[in-house]
């Protein structure tokens, strides 16, 4: 059976078919939206917060990269260096300690040994004597060290506090053919890198290690509260390698974004938009919908106004009615015909007023109360007719302000202005739209701003035309869009302006062909861009044997990434070179591309076999060298103990030349004594012979009396020069070790050394208590008091007219005996006080100093008598020499029994 319509009234028909339009434009718009425009508005909030987090990945993963290729090649120097002479491990060392000085990017160097204890530090700090004293420290108990024992292997660690720096780092541990090599890193670097890289206004980034305490973030306070956000979902899924783009929270404000985690250190690096900028893509989608849906009412409502333009002949009262209803005029009725149909017809017109007022109602509203769409309209001439709030808030005048201005009064130039006019005359003569199109505007008060722009014509009451020109605000886009441009060209502009060759390479057909190279690149290989872009990597095995190169894809495959030395390249001249390079495999939109560094080494193989060379030649001349220093050093070893041995005999010497001319005068005056009575006595004989009287008897007794007592004095004084000079004299020579009395030996020196400062201003004063016997080699402590003493007559007493040396003794309360021997003299100046007692130092060179003196007494007492020997200046002027002796000297090989 044929399904037919039942019959409609002219009202169903209008109604129907203004219905029918919205539904359909409606419908259209909503299944575009919904199922084209914004998933492609999702799709790129979603690359844009993965590309920020990429780039921040990117930052540190790079910092880790440099600090990952050079600890390799400090270990592989090392161990070379190992195998090889102290001269090029002291070159070593140094290259350490100038890359810890000079480098902001290390914090400090260890080499550890096999127990993980500290062998050698390197580090950047002002306070190195305190860092010294880590040396011998056990690091075995971190984690990472560990790991390298256990896997061999280089790693890297996660985030710990250095007990050295005590500061955050991060640390890479490479094996070491004799221990471990340790590089600590500064978090605080790391995370600078991080904040650097986020450059797009709005963007959050936050970066946590492997436990999901924060190393950096835009508030650095959570770095020092060590805040943990582990339990956020982003962070356990990029822990758990699986994308995720969801919302978070930061102080109170929503946040969209995603994760990336770092694979050298298991970190994640969370990047995101406010919530407020991600939306507002699709909120614009939304508001292009809503114009959508305005102009199908609005195209409706023309269709429905036209076909009444078509039945105003058939119904001539009825259209004078709609006449006025078009006008504006709802409230005349219309005059009933008495033909239903007719009637039926004005009733439906008054319906359709009612509705068209409604309707225009409802419109006004909208138009006036959207918060982002700004709808103008003009008349023919480009002047305003009306425009709603929207254009108020995104044009910056008032309606007031705009009515009867043209744009060019307002927002253009005005050459903008004259293209206005133009494209309205273009509208009005075609009927079609333009646009949408986008341009520069300057709001008021010049401020600049970007607009998306429609303009269309519609009928107006009058039956002429006015123009409608809706615009959307997207000067926020357009400056993100500049944003995310400056971004890539930056990236760009690392790419290009980077010392280092770099090449991307994509996988085709099994191989890889070149995809872009960088200026080094170019230099480095000497080919022109044209040459190699698009080609195959060894550009038919002009560059590297395509054998080499599929070994080299083939384990690059198993690991994704690889370094090291890659082996010999041609040049396009020609000429080989020797290369280190690094490769990793990313995966790019639905493509395996591979990065791939090349530094040219070939100079540096060439230094080294050099230094190699240079080594070698360097070990022979140090080898001949050092045989003649040894055969020089023992010559002057032997000589140096012919001068000890020499300045001991000239100073008996000397105490032997004073003795006998101190003998000269009470053997003299003995003499004289013995003469002059020899003389009386013959006088005395004489008057026997003669004749004897009292007198002559008694005055020869006297005479006789003082003779003898003057001899018996001299003789006696001559006795005890020579037992004192025989006692000094045999302990000197033997080194004799007995028990005797302190006091005693130092009278006896001090006697012996009369003569020397007998006929000089200075007097020599003995303060030594009796009853301090000591078991000791009496001859070199009196060869140290005599040198002392000595010492102090030539140096102390420049020009002076009188001069006192003290020599002093006490018992210590340790059960030591302290021996002081000081002068009143000038003092010993500050700089030389530490080199008295070097040998052959002396102030009186070709004076008849030998600078032996204080030697020879510092050696005596140190390791003679077991004691100690200190010198410094009194603070009343003069110098003061201290020795602390114990009452039984060591055992001595020498001792004589």
Known sequence: MRWTLPPLTIR???????????????????????????????????????????????????????????????????????????????????????????????????????????????????????????????????????????????????????????????????????????????????????????????????VTDSKGEVVAAPDMSWVGLRRNISHWPLVQAALQAQPLHTPFEVDGQVYVGTSFRLERLDWVVVAGYPAAVVNASERAALGITS?????????????????????????????????????????????????????????????????????????????????SLAIQWFDRDGRVVDWNAASESVLGWTREEALGKTLDQLIYTPQQGAEFVEVLRRIEANGQPFGPYEGPILRRLEQPAWILSTTFCIPDLQGGKLFVCMDVDITELKRKEQAVRESEEKFNLFFQASPVAVAVLAEVEGGFHYLDVNPAWLTLLGYTREELVGYEATLNETILPKSVLQAVFTRLRETDELGGVLGKLRRKCGETLWVDVYMRLVRFQDQNLLICSMLNITDKRAMEKELRQLNSALEERIAQRTQKLSETIEHLQNAQAQLVQSEKLASLGSLVAGVAHELNTPIGNGMMSVSTLEFRLKAFRDKCANGLRKSDLDAFVSQVETATDIAMRNLRRASELVTSFKQVAVDQTSSQRRTFDLASVIQEVVLTLQPTFKHSPVQVRVDVPDGIEMNAYPGPLGQVIT?????????????????????????????????????????????????????????????????????????????????????????AGGAVFQMRCPFQAPQSNGDMT
């Open 12 to 206: 169903q028909v209008l109604v129907g078919q203004f219905l029918l339009v919205v539904l359909f434009a409606t419908t259209m718009v909503a299944v575009l939206v919904v199922t084209w425009r914004l998933p492609i508005v999702h799709e790129q909030n979603q690359a844009d917060q993965g590309r920020a987090a990429g780039i921040a990945a990117y930052h540190v993963d790079i910092s880790l990269q440099y600090a990952e290729q050079l600890a390799l090649s400090l270990a592989s120097s090392f161990n070379q260096s190992a195998r090889t002479p102290s001269s090029e491990q002291a070159v070593f060392r140094l290259l350490l300690t100038q890359l810890t000085g000079q480098a902001d990017f290390f914090q400090g160097v260890y080499l550890l040994d096999q127990q993980g204890r500290i062998a050698e530090l390197y580090v950047k700090t002002p306070d190195m004597p305190r860092v010294r004293e880590w040396l011998g420290s056990d690091l075995s108990g971190l984690s990472v060290w560990r790991g390298v024992q256990q896997q061999n292997r280089p790693l890297w660690s996660d985030q710990y506090r250095s007990p050295v720096l005590d500061k955050p780092v991060v640390s890479f541990i490479a094996p070491l053919s004799e221990g471990y090599l340790l590089l600590e890193l500064g978090v605080d670097r790391l995370a600078q890198a991080v904040r650097q890289s986020a450059v797009l206004e709005g963007l959050v980034v936050i």
């Open 291 to 371: 114009a959508t849906v305005i102009v199908s009412v609005s195209f409706g409502l023309l269709l429905l106004w036209g076909f009444s333009q078509l039945i105003k002949q058939r119904l001539q009262r009825s259209l004078d009615y709609a006449d006025r209803v078009a006008r504006g005029q709802y409230e005349a009725p219309l005059v009933k015909t008495g033909v239903v149909e007719l009637d039926a017809l004005s009733h439906g017109l008054e319906q359709m007023a009612g509705n068209i007022r409604d309707r225009q109602t409802q419109l006004q509203a909208i138009i006036e109360t959207t918060p």
């Open 787 to 875: 040198n002392l003493i000595q010492n102090a007559l030539v140096h102390a007493f420049p020009d002076r007219d009188a001069g006192q040396v003290d020599i002093t003794a006490r018992l210590s309360a340790d059960g030591w005996v302290d021996i002081r021997v000081q002068d009143d003299g000038v003092g010993i100046p500050v700089d030389k006080m530490d080199r008295i007692f070097d040998p052959f130092f002396t102030t009186r060179l070709g004076k008849g100093g030998s600078g032996l003196g204080l030697h020879i007494a510092h050696n005596i007492i140190h390791g003679v008598m077991g004691g100690q020997l200190t010198v410094h200046n009194r603070a």
